[in-house]
Every structure is written in structure tokens, then in C-alpha cells.
């Protein structure tokens, strides 16, 4: 089924987009960064974005990417926000980059939420298969789920948080420390952290005969692995979606992967996955997004999920 997904976050509000800007509340602190996708024009006044804005980006005139922030007076750079969804309770860090990010990516709300359901529902069965159940509920079969170009964390935590062994894998290491620092503000443990390449770990996974009940994927459009390996989407993609239809069990599993290269539509992701894996039980597909507070709809990013 194809959707538009505009999850609920009280931590977070797009105030206002347009002229290839947007003007985000991230708990305590408004920001303002470029967005190539908002081509309308603004709602609100400059004067009204510079008022409210805490910290704006301003793009290197040598790279489309970098750059660098310039707080107000007493704007903390780093700061914390939360997010509940049934039994979840996360808490992440937040931080200023010189790739105009912030440590998380809000419009993926709707895919946490999607993956706590999901282990949690996979938990329970687990532990119904021990017989353990019928004994009060300790410790199952804990699903085992893999999370690749896992970024901060906030898939490792929605999936860890519902009960499942979760494997995170990403190829920067202060990346991959600060989804540990979230998991711990998040009062949790147990994740299995993995700085190497997202490709060449799930190729050895194969080889090992690995399985895994879930699988979560956020590639970029273009990266380097932890010894240089090159990483490009259109190129690679295919192959990494063969190695995880080995790898994902062929009954109770899921698969999420999402695309934000502008041109990427989902229906190029279910073609793609539906290659590699064959036509799957239930499926969702189409577009994330969030809204102004003019209405305006602002697409960010693709996603598809499958369930076995």
C-alpha cells in the first residue's frame, strides 16, 4: 500500500519552508538550514526567521554540503530531546555538524515506531516458542535485528527498546559513539556496535550463514567505509539488497529501507527490493514528510517496508 507518512513529534516542528530554506523547532532550539526541495516561497517574513532562528547554517561557496553554524549568544551546541511511543521512551543528543545535520532525522519517527512494533510483536513470539509465556515472561528468543548505515541510532533504539538483539552497524566511529551515548541517555544496553562498512559486513554475514528477523537500511546516496571503501547508491545498492535477502529469515521479518537522494522515488525501492527478495506478505511504500505551519508539505525522503 502506498502512503504519505507525517509522524508525530512533540520534540520537533517545521515552522516554515520555502526559497530552498527551512526554519525547524528541535526542543529547546530553532534552526535554520538550506533544503533544496522547498522550492515555494517562504510564509514568514526574514525578519521573523532571523528572530526566531538560534542557529543558522551557512553553506561553503566550495562544497554543496559543508559548512558551518552560527549560534546566538548562549545557544548551547549540544542538547537533548525525547520521544515516547508505547513502551519506547527515547532520549538522543543533539549537536551542530558541518554537514548542516543535527544527529537525527525526525521525519524517521514513523519508521521507529513501525520497528518497535514489529520486535515487539517478534518478542512475543519468541517467547511464546520457549513456552516461556506460560512461566510469566522471562527471558525468550530475542529477534535478532541488523541495523546498517545506522547513523545515530534511532532505529538501533526503537528496535532494542521493544526487546530485540540488535546489531548496528556504521562506518564512522564518533557516529557510531554517539548512538551509544544515546542509547545510554536512553536507558538502555546490549546493542552490538560494528564500525565497518556496511557492504563488506554483510557479505561476510552471508558467508557465515547469518539470519536475522529484521533488517533497517539508510544508505546514502554516496559515502566511504572505515578503510575507504567507495560506497555509491545507484551502483551498489542492487548487490546489498541481494545480501540481505540472504540474511533475513523467510518467515516473521521484516525489512525497512528508506532513500533521500532527490529522483529516488519509493517505487524505484519496492521494484528493487521486490527483485531481490520476491513479492512479500504485506508491504507500505511511498513518502516522508512533515508540515509547516502553512500547510506547506515538505518531502523528505522515501522509505519502503516489508513484512514476512
Given at each position: ?50 528572530r ?7 553553506r ?9 553554524w ?48 514489529r ?27 541488523l ?37 545510554t ?12 562498512d556496511a557492504?563488506?559486513?554483510v ?36 548487490e ?17 529501507l ?12 519496492r ?15 511511498g ?22
Open positions: 500500500m502506498q502512503e504519505l507518512l507525517m509522524p508525530r513529534f512533540a520534540d520537533y516542528e517545521l515552522i516554515d519552508t520555502g526559497d530552498f530554506e527551512r526554519l525547524e523547532r528541535f526542543g529547546a532550539h530553532v534552526t535554520r538550514r538550506p533544503e533544496p526541495q522547498a522550492v515555494w516561497r517562504r510564509s514568514l517574513p526574514e525578519e521573523e526567521w532571523r526566531l532562528a538560534d542557529a543558522s547554517f551557512l561553503d561557496g566550495r562544497s554543496e554540503e559543508r559548512g558551518e552560527h549560534l546566538r549568544r548562549g545557544v548551547a551546541d549540544r542538547w537533548t530531546i525525547d520521544y515516547a511511543y508505547g513502551g519506547m521512551s527515547l532520549r538522543m543528543r543533539l549537536g551542530f555538524t558541518s554537514f548542516k545535520h543535527v544527529g537525527i532525522f525526525p521525519e524517521q519517527a514513523a519508521n521507529w515506531e513501525f520497528i518497535y512494533d520486535c515487539a510483536a517478534l518478542a512475543a513470539k519468541g517467547r511464546a516458542r520457549s513456552g516461556d509465556a506460560e512461566r510469566g515472561g522471562a527471558a525468550g528468543e530475542a529477534p535478532r535485528v541495523n546498517l548505515f545506522a547513523y545515530t541510532g534511532g532505529a538501533t533504539l526503537a528496535a532494542r527498546a521493544a526487546g530485540a538483539d540488535v546489531t548496528h552497524v556504521d562506518s564512522v566511529k564518533p557516529v557510531v559513539s554517539w548512538a551509544g551515548e544515546n542509547m541517555l536512553s536507558g538502555l544496553s546490549g546493542v552490538r556496535w560494528i564500525v565497518e557492504l563488506r559486513f557479505r561476510r554475514e552471508v558467508r557465515r550463514g547469518r539470519r536475522y528477523r529484521g533488517i533497517m537500511l539508510d544508505p546514502p546516496a554516496y559515502g566511504r567505509g572505515a578503510n575507504g571503501e567507495k560506497w555509491v547508491l545507484e551502483d551498489n545498492l542492487c546489498m539488497l541481494e545480501c540481505c535477502a540472504q540474511l533475513l529469515e523467510p518467515e516473521d521479518s521484516f525489512l525497512v528508506n532513500l533521500y537522494s532527490m529522483g529516488l522515488s519509493s517505487t524505484l525501492a521494484t528493487a527490493v521486490h527483485q531481490a527478495f520476491g513479492a512479500p506478505a504485506g508491504e507500505q511504500w513518502e516522508l514528510c512533515f508540515e509547516d505551519r502553512a500547510g506547506k508539505q515538505l518531502p523528505l525522503g522515501t522509505y519502503y517496508r516489508m513484512m514476512r
